[in-house]
């Protein structure tokens, strides 16, 4: 998927909600965007992954049943939104509640980005050679390290914008 901002997507996502009456039928389309590295270390195998950036939009209406179609690209996203079905006077088939707003991007004392893969890496050895060598009970030892970074980004035809950034690592 092309690199868009928040405010683009949110822009997108709002046009095309719009064109689903609540009234008719309920509508909400999702942007979710996964990267990660995967950094592991073994007395026989030293692994090293990187994801970056993979996303997809899924759409979905409900008008008596669930519909839903799935993108990888943006630019697809607009055309393919008609081949959703459309509706009268279905929406109240489904509970409709007050929209609500959320921007919240967390952010790590120290990103993610400022701290090279190469010295992750040596990082990585120096904890795995400590933990081999710290005392000789220890036979088989593995280090792994993990990060990822989740961006999600919500819209439906009830007036609810969330958008969520979210780092996490693990070790």
């Not at 979905?60 to 008609?82: H, Q, V």
């Not at 509706?87 to 400022?114: C, H, V």
Request: with cysteine.
């Amino acid at each position: 998927m092309n690199d868009k901002s928040c405010n683009e997507i949110f822009s997108n996502f709002e046009e095309i909600s719009n064109n689903f009456n609540r009234r008719n039928q309920y509508f909400d389309i999702l942007y979710d965007s996964f990267s990660s590295i995967n950094i592991s270390k073994s007395h026989s195998t030293e692994d090293i992954s990187v994801n970056l950036k993979k996303s997809g939009i899924v759409a979905r209406t409900f008008n008596g049943t669930w519909n839903e179609i799935a993108f990888d690209d943006l630019s697809d996203l607009k055309k393919g939104i008609n081949k959703l079905p459309k509706a009268k006077n279905k929406g109240e088939e489904i509970t409709e509640y007050k929209g609500w707003k959320l921007n919240k991007e967390i952010i790590p004392k120290i990103p993610f980005s400022d701290i090279p893969i190469e010295e992750k890496i040596d990082k990585i050895r120096e904890i795995y050679n400590f933990t081999q060598n710290y005392d000789e009970r220890i036979v088989l030892s593995r280090v792994s390290y993990k990060e990822t970074n989740t961006t999600r980004i919500f819209v439906n035809n009830e007036g609810s914008i969330l958008r969520q950034v979210i780092p996490r690592v693990k070790l």
